[in-house]
């Protein structure tokens, strides 16, 4: 993931563009760089290896007087950090260009250029895109020609700023799978991935679609479909905080980065899917390479965290077929550890700090496994600058301490994972599977829209000491982690257990005063779980269920249970959603009884130590 920003203006914009990537640099923070073109009508360029402050301190030392110019703040996917590795790239000194996302020809466009005579001064996949545009550009002696025949011949997802000294006054956007906007002034126009990098200078914004050509001056924005067809695209007003710590409409924390959890799950997937497989480059420059040769994955992770490997590994051993092992880090650090062959060890934490899953990590890193792999929500962790595969979930800044966005991020990247994994082409089950995958931020969404059941709901649980969470499959891992949000925020005493497994001891618990919370989503366990239900309900326990069987409320069985109907989803992708309201549960369980929501009493956002 990456950060662009561009602009075309009657005032100097190198300040304005490094501004721009201040805001972005969640989106990358290995490397920075600037390119302008200047009064005498030549490109400059800036890199610098580092967060944006380091571009930002380099740039004292220079004059930029330009009108014109592109930035970028990269996060690694092709190359390591480094000055040659970073954004804008040059050719012949008369084009320039910022890209967002992976090329996935790049190799064979390479090959095909360096035989035309083109040098390479970098590892990245970006280079060819700027060769490419010189190439086409000699043969047709126009720019936007030029840019048109290149992108016909690039495959994947990515977003492109482009300038040219041979036509200052201009900057071209190019949209295909990864998001690009156009902020709109008076006499002066901007690009970048995220409208939030433009908020100080204007609220009004063009979202480029699929395919689209934008052709930006000073007064005027001309924007191409993939037909070479003029098009007009909606101008939005956006009225957005820049400050993304403030709770807003809010009454807590928690409460927001629940309601966030859609635009978070788009955030993860965003430029990471073609129309029919996920790109493992997402992972890191040496995921391609590493991925094929995979027999086996161990996962280590704690707290909710650790729930989320949980679920990976039913994912994993189904989606890909490769063996998986789940172990909390606190626990594997201090063991010895004997490493399955061609294992490739997978740590997860929001904080990408979290001391035993770190501490996990650096032992594996000393042991023979085929490579480590970081899945984090903060750039710069040391957790992701100590393996050489990594994926940031983008989940945002997440203040309260019962983690939410993070962890359906978590899944979303970890689902990606799994898919990535697999060795073989899709089967139809699969297919499935991936195409509901984009439709999860509407389907959360339609959750969310239950938030008053749910609080109705949680009116029952005000005076309870205990409660059971129960699950079967991949929903076994998400009953654990609505029993620990209820424990973390509202002190009740709460488990999470199999549904297969009540009868040997908790049923034991079970009576008139004890809430049993089961998720109980279609799929190959249904009926089994329907039958553990029976079972609750034959002792007197107070049943609510969550499930998307519209009719359950309509069997005798289940006449006195709680019912909440949750939309249809492949059972693959159930527990992302399942995940949600069990959230909003422990919430308002915990905002009836005045607990502390956000910070909970004992408890770190960052748990640091061990």
């Not at 990456?2 to 805001?23: N, S, T």
């Not at 910022?98 to 095909?112: F, P, S, T």
Request: aromatic fraction near 6%; glycine fraction near 6%; charge should be negative.
């Amino acid at each position: 993931m990456c950060g662009i920003v561009g602009a075309v203006a009657k005032r100097p914009v190198a300040r304005l563009l490094v501004d721009g990537l201040k805001k972005l640099e969640y989106r990358g923070y290995d490397s920075a760089g600037v390119a302008v073109v200047d009064a005498s009508f030549q490109l400059q360029r800036l890199r610098v290896v580092g967060k944006v402050r380091e571009l930002e301190n380099a740039m004292h030392a220079y004059t930029f007087a330009a009108h014109t110019g592109i930035a970028h703040t990269r996060w690694a996917t092709h190359g390591v950090p480094s000055e040659q590795n970073a954004h804008p790239f040059i050719s012949h000194d008369e084009f320039a260009l910022v890209h967002n996302g992976i090329i996935e020809n790049h190799a064979a466009l390479r090959d095909q250029l360096l035989q035309d005579g083109y040098q390479f001064n970098s590892e990245t996949d970006t280079e060819v895109a700027v060769h490419l545009i010189h190439k086409n550009f000699l043969q047709s002696n126009d720019l936007l020609t030029a840019i048109r025949q290149t992108i016909n011949e690039l495959k994947g997802a990515y977003a492109l700023g482009i300038i040219s000294k041979k036509h200052p006054n201009r900057l071209i956007a190019v949209r295909q799978g990864s998001p690009l906007v156009i902020g709109k002034g008076q006499g002066e126009h901007f690009i970048a991935s995220d409208p939030l990098a433009l908020l100080s200078i204007t609220q009004q914004f063009i979202y480029l679609e699929d395919n689209d050509i934008a052709d930006i001056t000073l007064d005027n924005i001309e924007i191409y479909n993939k037909e070479h067809q003029h098009v007009n695209r909606q101008l939005h007003t956006l009225s957005l905080s820049l400050d993304s710590v403030e709770r807003g409409e809010y009454r807590h924390y928690m409460k927001k980065e629940i309601m966030e959890q859609p635009d978070a799950i788009a955030s993860c997937l965003e430029g990471r899917l073609t129309e029919d497989h996920v790109l493992p480059a997402i992972f890191g420059p040496k995921a391609e390479s590493t991925f094929p040769h995979v027999e086996h994955i161990q996962l280590s992770a704690c707290g909710t965290s650790y729930h989320a490997a949980m679920v990976a590994r039913y994912w994993i051993e189904e989606i890909a077929g490769i063996p998986c092992s789940v172990e909390v880090a606190s626990e594997f650090r201090y063991r010895h550890v004997a490493p399955s062959k061609n294992s490739l060890f997978v740590t997860l934490s929001q904080s990408g700090e979290t001391a035993d899953t770190l501490a996990a990590l650096r032992m594996a890193k000393q042991m023979s496994y085929l490579n480590t792999l970081a899945i984090c929500n903060v750039p710069g962790s040391s957790m992701m600058r100590t393996t050489e595969l990594h994926m940031l979930t983008r989940a945002g800044i997440e203040i309260g301490v019962a983690s939410t966005k993070a962890f359906v991020t978590q899944l979303t990247a970890l689902f990606l994972l799994a898919l990535s994994l697999r060795k073989k082409p899709y089967d139809e089950d699969v297919k499935i599977a991936f195409q509901q995958l984009q439709q999860l931020p509407r389907l959360l969404e339609v959750v969310l829209k239950k938030d008053a059941m749910i609080a109705d709901w949680a009116k029952s649980f005000t005076h309870k000491e205990h409660a059971i969470f129960i699950g079967r499959g991949a929903l076994y891992p998400i009953a654990l982690e609505g029993a620990l949000k209820m424990k973390e925020i509202s002190y009740i005493h709460a488990e999470g257990y199999p549904s297969g497994e009540l009868k040997h001891g908790p049923l034991a618990l079970v009576d008139p005063n004890m809430p049993v919370i089961a998720t109980a989503a279609e799929g190959h366990l249904l009926e089994k779980t329907l039958s553990n239900l029976q079972e609750v309900r034959a002792r007197g326990g107070k049943l609510f269920i969550l499930t998307d069987q519209t009719n359950l409320s309509q069997q005798e069985a289940f006449a006195d249970a709680r019912i909440i109907t949750m939309p249809p989803i492949h059972p693959l992708l159930a527990p992302i959603l399942y995940t949600v309201p069990l959230q909003l549960l422990a919430y308002h369980v915990a905002v009836l009884k005045g607990t502390d929501v956000d910070q909970p009493r004992n408890l770190a956002k960052s748990v640091t130590v061990e």
